[in-house]
């Protein structure tokens, strides 16, 4: 445990506990919360460890047997196992239910362009769903924290995203059918998290790859978010946080606007190739263009690993210049995931795999 929080608690009259489990209550659903099972992912790391134990103090009367601990097993350290028996054994104590299943990321080639964060999110959330389908539960809550959401919001930045990427991560959101995805810490920094537990006098897991800053995310932890905090800029989590909170609130109007769009003048052919109506589209904003094929690309599931802002704009400005003279295009847009867009004149547009479209040539 590396957490000291004994100087905070001096200035504060909230007891650790409380500063943990009353906003932890206030974010989760209202609804139907504890009228199924809950699944709660659980790696053994100081975050989602808390996150089960605040949900197992304030289950009302006989409901605290309805969480369902799943913890995803990795490939990718050599101490996973140890994780699993810790995850286990933490079940094992509070009486409660425990799934694992072991994940091949390093071998998994199920997801095209995306690295290796990437594909383990994936597998994991699977895993999750899974078990939610099995175990007819209609919840999923895992631990991401404030903190987490500041490191989402600058990862997503520094890539080129656009105003929904700046959203960051969703409070709420559909896993599979019938399930939903929530992360009730989302609100909470990761000291609060940290200090309810050394209250509490519970233990964690430290995952040692969280201080290689080899990878993004570590990197944009320590040697960026870390340094600015300490630094010029010491509430830089707390503005990144409310930056997601505006954006979120833009992007939902944007994407309501882009939806409404995107299915009046597109339309998808049996093999997959979207043909898109431009004329009506091109006296728009470009950047309401955009949005359209962001809500393209997550309609269909393309991957959005590689596919940054400035993407999004070429496609933009293709339509428009597409809908504004028929003439066509003869040089395609190649894009990530084995797209590819060109013009076919009188204001059409096509987004295809890349074999498909050379076929057509």
Known sequence: MTYEPHAQMKSSTVSPETAFLTP??????????????????????????????????????????????????????????????????????????????????????????????????????????????????????????????AETVLHRAFRGTGVAGLAGMAAARELCAGVALVRPLLGMPRASVRGFLVAAGSIWREDETNADSRY????????????????????????????????????QALASAAGHLLEVHAQRHADGTII?????????????????????????????????????????????????????DPRPVELPGGLRARGLGNGLLEISGRSRSANRQ
Do not use: K
């Open 24 to 149: 932890l209550a206030a974010a989760l659903p209202r609804q139907g919360f504890w009228e199924s099972p809950v699944v709660v992912g659980v790696s053994g790391g100081a975050d989602s460890v808390a996150l089960l134990l605040g949900l197992q103090r304030l289950a009302p009367p006989g409901r605290a047997c309805q969480l369902i601990v799943a913890h995803a097993q990795h490939d990718l350290r050599a101490s996973a196992g140890d994780d699993c028996q810790f995850v286990a054994a933490l079940a094992e104590r509070l009486a409660l239910r425990f799934v694992t299943r072991e994940l091949a990321v390093r071998h998994d080639t199920g997801g095209e362009g995306e690295g290796i964060e990437g594909r383990a999110r994936r597998l994991r959330f699977r895993f999750f769903e899974d078990v939610a389908r099995d175990l007819a539960a209609r919840h999923v809550a895992v631990a991401h924290t404030a903190d987490d959401q």
């Open 276 to 328: 898109m109506r431009t004329t009506a589209i091109a006296t728009l904003d470009p950047h309401l263009v955009a949005e359209v094929f962001v809500t393209l690309w997550d309609r269909e599931g393309w991957p959005r690993r590689d596919m940054t802002a400035r993407h999004f704009s070429r496609l933009a400005e293709l339509a428009i210049g597409q809908g504004r003279d028929s003439a066509t």
């Open 216 to 251: 993004a995310r570590n990197f944009l932890r320590h040697e960026v978010l870390a340094r600015a905090v300490a630094g010029p800029y010491p509430a830089a989590s707390e503005s990144l946080q409310r930056l997601a909170q505006q954006a979120s609130r833009a992007a």
